[in-house]
T-cell receptor, first 114, second 112 residues
């Protein structure tokens, strides 16, 4: 399966600031997603990161708050903008391995907003 | 949109016993049903999955069954071991989207 890395692994930020999270894959993938996992909760899909076009956001998530870039088939970024304590979560990227038809997750970025 | 319910939310079993976790979904177009295991502080790990053209799939001590008519699928773990202790999530997706909708999770504790 693809090897997925994320940076940073964790961060503590002040409210009102922004943080950009990077997701790097060791092979080209078509589908890449961003999920949020709030403390003690399940995973919620934020958006599909589309290569060469704007991301597709799920209900409740907007581009102004979570801008996403996907410049190529191995890399994506998620920015959490104008952060508030409610944004404290783990943010995970995932990719689909089309040879196996399975979805794998990056190690996650643990964000704490004070 | 799709709604996935997962039960129970917590499950405690004695080592060697079996554990069963059940999920129900609402969208009949869903056709892919993976199960993930998440240990504390770790990423979710895919442990088994099933597609809509199959009724059951087994991998050593883990099995998944699917009832498309009733729109539910279950994870079965036999001969549980303490290292099976984790949070388990079911998920569903539809053909051509790959977007996963997750259940609420089940915290499994296996006592020695």
């Amino acid at each position: 399966s693809a090897v997925i890395s994320q940076k940073p692994s964790r961060d503590i930020c002040q409210r009102g600031t922004s943080l950009t999270i990077q997701c790097q894959v060791d092979s080209q993938v078509t589908m890449m997603f961003w999920y949020r996992q709030q403390p003690g909760q399940s995973l919620t899909l934020i958006a599909t990161a589309n290569q060469g076009s704007e991301a597709t956001y799920e209900s409740g998530f907007v581009i102004d708050k979570f801008p996403i870039s996907r410049p190529n088939l191995t890399f994506s970024t998620l920015t959490v903008s104008n952060m508030s304590p409610e944004d404290s979560s783990i943010y995970l990227c995932s990719v689909v391995d089309y040879w196996q038809g399975e979805q794998f997750f990056g190690p996650g970025t643990r964000l704490t907003v004070l | 949109g799709e709604n996935v319910e997962q039960h129970p939310s917590t499950l405690s079993v004695q080592e060697g016993d079996s554990a069963v976790i059940k999920c129900t979904y609402s969208d009949s177009a869903s056709n892919y049903f993976p199960w993930y295991k998440q240990e504390l502080g770790k990423r979710p790990q895919l442990i088994i999955d099933i597609r809509s053209n199959v009724g059951e799939k087994k991998d050593q001590r883990i099995a998944v069954t699917l009832n498309k008519t009733a729109k539910h699928f279950s994870l079965h773990i036999t001969e549980t071991q303490p290292e099976d202790s984790a949070v388990y999530f079911c998920a569903v997706s539809k053909r051509n989207t790959d977007k996963l909708i997750f259940g609420t999770g089940t915290r499994l504790q296996v006592f020695p």
